[in-house]
């Protein structure tokens, strides 16, 4: 990971606003176009998939975050990820928070919550989906990963096995990627009680996050 890590309470301050942004706004606009909360790694951004014009003029947009912004792209708005919530996502056009939520909402944020998101923790945020993104493709060519606002992971499962990249979380308050067997495995690779987790510090970027979903797909076969 590039840049100086931000400090652990600014981490978590950041992420939990994100989380807020992406489980009561993002999700929101997502599952009104596409009936999934599934989001997206896009160019850099966490993204939506893509939504209605809105009356832009363009037939598709998206909404992203990204260096500090929280936008619809192209058309605008463009808004500073800053102050409530409920605010933003009354300028972007979208009603605050799923109706029928198909999870129990995970951020623990209102439409009263105000932003807290030092910009060098959004970036570790964002750098941590960037990488594990990039990986899981390289990974597994034949699937799209997905950003999902529950767990704020960005994630595939292929062959009964999660893999993925969380920015952090109560398990781990770093970034991490994770292997996650849907069968319990035993043995020296599974260091968390959902699987293997590695710190993306401890890991050589992309390739380094390949190489651990790689051993973990070999580990899952081997062990019992």
């Known amino acids: 990971m590039s840049g100086p890590d931000p400090s652990p309470d600014a981490l978590v301050r950041a992420r939990t606003s994100v989380?807020?942004?992406?489980?009561?706004?993002?999700?929101?606009?997502?599952?009104?176009?596409?009936?999934?909360?599934?989001?997206?790694?896009?160019?850099?951004?966490?993204?939506?998939?893509?939504?209605?014009?809105?009356?832009?003029?363009?037939?598709?947009?998206?909404?992203?975050?990204?260096?500090?912004?929280?936008?619809?792209?192209?058309?605008?708005?463009?808004?500073?990820?800053?102050?409530?919530?409920?605010?933003?996502?009354?300028?972007?056009?979208?009603?605050?928070?799923?109706?029928?939520?198909?999870?129990?909402?995970?951020?623990?944020?209102?439409?009263?919550?105000?932003?807290?998101?030092?910009?060098?923790?959004?970036?570790?945020?964002?750098?941590?989906?960037?990488?594990?993104?990039?990986?899981?493709?390289?990974?597994?060519?034949?699937?799209?990963?997905i950003v999902w606002p529950e767990h704020l992971d960005v994630a595939i499962v292929a062959d009964a096995i999660n893999y993925g990249v969380s920015p952090g979380d109560g398990f781990e308050p770093w970034p991490y990627a994770y292997v996650g067997p849907h069968r319990a495995r035993t043995g020296p690779f599974w260091n968390a009680p959902f699987g293997a987790a590695r710190r993306l510090a401890e890991l050589d970027g992309v390739e380094g996050v390949v190489a651990f979903f790689t051993a973990g797909r070999t580990a899952a076969l081997t062990d019992g």
Not at 59 to 71: H, I, K
Not at 121 to 137: K, M, N
């Open 19 to 145: 989380h807020g942004l992406a489980e009561h706004v993002f999700a929101v606009a997502a599952r009104a176009a596409t009936r999934s909360i599934r989001l997206y790694v896009h160019d850099g951004a966490l993204s939506t998939p893509d939504l209605p014009g809105a009356g832009t003029g363009d037939p598709t947009t998206r909404l992203e975050l990204r260096d500090g912004v929280v936008a619809r792209r192209p058309g605008g708005p463009e808004l500073p990820f800053a102050g409530p919530l409920g605010d933003l996502a009354a300028a972007l056009g979208v009603p605050f928070g799923l109706t029928d939520p198909p999870y129990r909402p995970a951020s623990g944020c209102g439409p009263e919550h105000l932003v807290d998101a030092d910009a060098a923790a959004v970036e570790r945020v964002l750098e941590a989906w960037r990488v594990g993104d990039a990986a899981l493709r390289r990974f597994d060519p034949a699937q799209t990963p």
